[in-house]
């Protein structure tokens, strides 16, 4: 009796210490600084790509977390590019909230300039920097931005648009 104690609480201790290392993964989260937007469409040359603009301060942005990790699942093929804009200082609140939301296998960035507007207007000079803000690019990369919350159905009529 004794015995199958100690090898179920060993057990147990292995499972846990297994669960603690998988949630202290670190997200790549790569720095937005002047010239990363272009950075980004390049990186997605002659592909069809949603960019998802987010803030740890918007409860917007944190409530449609889930529906993104639902849509990244069910079109595996676009590429879906998350960008906080919260600064340096906010990297482990982005993290745990991206590890909570399964969207670490999607490409993260965050604010890494002190000048915001500078960053926001290389995006999109027509933007006032309301959140959320998603921008969907086709192949050719013309691009279509959405301030404001989206349902599901909102997101599959736009993936209809740039995925042909």
């Not at 804009?85 to 482990?92: H, K, L, P, V």
């Not at 399964?102 to 965050?110: A, Q, R, S």
Request: net charge negative; hydrophobic share 40%.
């Amino acid at each position: 009796m004794p015995l199958k104690k100690i090898v179920l609480s060993l057990l147990l201790l292995v499972m846990a210490a297994q669960n603690n290392a998988v949630q202290a993964e670190q997200v790549d989260v790569r720095s937005f600084v002047s010239g990363s937007y272009q950075q980004i469409l390049s990186a997605a040359a002659n592909q069809p790509l949603m960019l998802v603009v987010w803030s740890i301060t918007c409860s917007s942005c944190l409530k449609d977390m889930a529906l993104l990790n639902s849509l990244h699942k069910s079109h595996p093929g676009l590429k879906i590019v998350m960008l906080a804009t919260d600064g340096a200082e906010a990297d482990a609140q982005i993290q745990n909230i991206l590890q909570k939301n399964e969207l670490t296998t999607v490409e993260n960035w965050n604010y890494a300039d002190e000048n915001t507007q500078k960053l926001q207007y290389e995006i999109d000079p027509d933007w006032y920097g309301e959140l959320p803000r998603t921008y969907f690019f086709n192949k050719s990369h013309q691009r279509e931005g959405v301030s404001g919350v989206l349902s599901e159905a909102d997101y599959q009529a736009h993936f209809a648009k740039i995925i042909k």
